[in-house]
């Protein structure tokens, strides 16, 4: 059989792609190395994942986000019911919501995805892989792409002594991506500076080990919950993978680290990674593209590799349907690397900040002490809360209008049905409050046309969405359907599909 798609790896990015080319009525084969989904490491409190908001409208708006979150924390509320402080940290320094000023993101109003939230990756996996099958997507355990090669047509997968073919390959298969080095697509970025550690363990003399975050001349360390320890050693990044996580060598960093004489008596689960921060120079070589972990690492501060890797699915699997129906206008496939690079440069930048301020070194900590001014002031809580939380994201479009190329507001119909439900499906909207826009919103097949007012308009008449979710076009008042045209022409379908108007 040939499949339109080949996906290596049923990670959540792996997953989710399967599920929007599925959406398109692609066929999908996803290969997974790993036999048995399982891991420790993808369950509470090592697998809690920090969701930011595109990622948690990604979700709600294909009707996952209570079987993914539902079960865990929504950060906006503490423990007790009461609102949340903490609105999230940069380096360890804390902002507050107290202190975040919503009202300056102008085109958002309130859905069940308008702030970060934390999910369980087990969860999170579960859920995708069960929506994946469900939509008809063919996953294979215990099949590692081994290598592959590509001529103009298509992709021949090589698994052992088998072989599969598809028309394009996608490589979801992590930061250690097989598809990328045997690809030879170009890894560039910054080596590590520290290892750090999460790590389970008892402890003979606990309270040798403090709960806040304590700096150290090596590198800093805290115990969050009684037995959980997280902390980073600055060296060089030579522990990981390397040291056999064992007790004895997470009781000598620790030790190290905190300058005590901390002794552990158990240890039952530990995990290390760096600050490395690499990135692919292109996503794209002919029929094989990167995405996730495979075309971006850094480290976990801040949050941010899922909900980056998530936020590439989302993106390209539309384009990458159009184009395997032949129905993608000029350049739509490019435009996944124009869109999805910037941002993965962002959060590779966001984690050198922050291993920038947490180097023991006067110097950095002058800098986190300016840093901590500024989190403190509600132009500081917003700055960091719109990068860390990506709510502001906006995607460089050209046209004039300050909505396009963000995330369209979660506007709703008279009759309460939300935009996020008319999503759900995968396909473009055309969102026409006047009902002045018919004759234009018939002629695209794949774009759901939808005439009426709105309860809360934010002083637009009309908005063309992707089936992403972000904004194509928009306009304030009495539509131009020529306009309009131009913008259908550039994202929904190649112009020899729709008759002249
Ligand atoms: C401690 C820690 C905390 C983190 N916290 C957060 C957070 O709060 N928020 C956030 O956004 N991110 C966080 N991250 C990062 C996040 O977990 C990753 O960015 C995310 O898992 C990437 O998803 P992925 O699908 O690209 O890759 P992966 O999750 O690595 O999945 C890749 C899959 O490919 C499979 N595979 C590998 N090689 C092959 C092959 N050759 N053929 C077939 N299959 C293959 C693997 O078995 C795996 O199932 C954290 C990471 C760590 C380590």
């Keep these: ?125 579960a859920v995708l892989t069960d929506r994946a099958r469900s939509l008809g997507a063919e ?12 001529t103009e047509n298509g992709v021949t997968v090589r698994i052992g002594a088998e072989s599969v073919r598809g028309r394009w390959l996608v490589g979801c298969d992590g930061g250690r991506s097989t598809v990328r080095k045997q690809g030879g697509f170009d890894f560039a970025g910054s080596e590590p500076l520290f290892t750090g550690y999460m790590a389970e363990v008892e402890i003979a003399d ?39 996580l064992t007790l004895e060598h997470i009781q000598e960093v620790l030790r190290r680290v905190s300058q005590t004489d901390v002794t552990l008596t158990a240890l039952r689960l530990a995990t290390t990674w760096t600050d490395r921060a690499q990135q692919a120079t292109t996503y794209r070589d002919g029929r094989v593209l990167l995405a996730g972990d ?31 129906r032949g129905e993608a206008p000029e350049g739509l496939l490019d435009t996944y690397q124009d869109e999805r690079h910037p941002v993965g440069a962002q959060v590779l930048e966001w984690s050198r ?31 960091f809360a719109e990068r860390m939380w990506n709510a502001a994201l906006r995607y460089d479009l050209g046209g004039a209008h300050p909505l396009i190329g963000r995330s369209v507001p979660d506007f709703e119909l008279l009759d309460g049905t ?18 002045e826009l018919a004759q234009a919103g018939a002629l695209w097949r794949d774009l759901k046309y939808v005439p009426g007012d709105v309860r809360e308009r934010l002083g637009l008449a009309a908005v063309l969405v992707r089936p992403d979710g972000v904004v194509a076009w928009a306009c304030d008042e009495r539509p131009d359907p020529a306009e309009l045209t131009r913008a259908a022409f550039r ?5 020899a599909q729709v008759p002249a108007m």
Aim: glycine share 12%; with cysteine; aromatic share 6%.
């Design 418 to 435: 939300r935009v996020a439900e008319l999503l759900r499906d995968g396909q473009g909207l055309l969102l026409d409050f006047d009902g």
């Design 1 to 125: 059989m040939l499949y339109d798609v080949i996906i290596a790896g049923a990670g959540p990015v792996g997953l989710l792609l399967a599920c929007e080319l599925r959406l398109a009525d692609c066929s999908v084969l996803v290969l997974e190395r790993a036999e048995d989904p399982y891991s420790p490491l993808k369950e509470l409190p090592f697998g809690m994942r920090g969701i930011t908001v595109p990622t948690a409208e990604t979700f709600y708006r294909r009707g996952l986000l209570d079987d993914i979150a539902g079960g865990t924390t929504h950060l906006a509320v503490g423990e007790d019911g009461a609102p949340r402080r903490r609105a999230g940290h940069f380096a360890g320094i804390e902002f507050e919501d107290s202190n975040i000023e919503t009202s300056r993101w102008q085109y958002r109003l309130p859905s069940p995805a308008d702030t970060n939230m934390a999910a369980e990756m087990k969860q999170i996996e």
């Design 206 to 244: 606990p309270e040798a080990i403090r709960q806040e975050r304590t700096i150290t001349s090596t590198g800093f360390y805290l115990q969050p919950d009684p037995g959980m320890i997280a902390m980073l050693e600055f060296d060089g990044g030579a522990a990981h993978r390397t040291a056999p």
């Design 294 to 324: 495979a075309a971006h690492i850094h480290s976990p501060l801040g949050a941010q590799g899922l909900n980056a890797g998530l936020g590439d699915a989302m993106n390209l699997g539309w384009k990458l349907a159009a184009t395997i």
């Design 139 to 150: 996953i294979r355990r215990g099949h590692g792409v081994d290598d592959f090669g590509q």
């Design 353 to 383: 900040a922050q291993t920038a301020i947490m180097l023991p070194a006067p110097q950095s900590l002058a800098m986190g002490s300016i840093i901590s001014d500024l989190i403190g002031t509600p132009s500081g809580a917003t700055y």
């Design 491 to 495: 994202w929904f379908t190649s112009a």
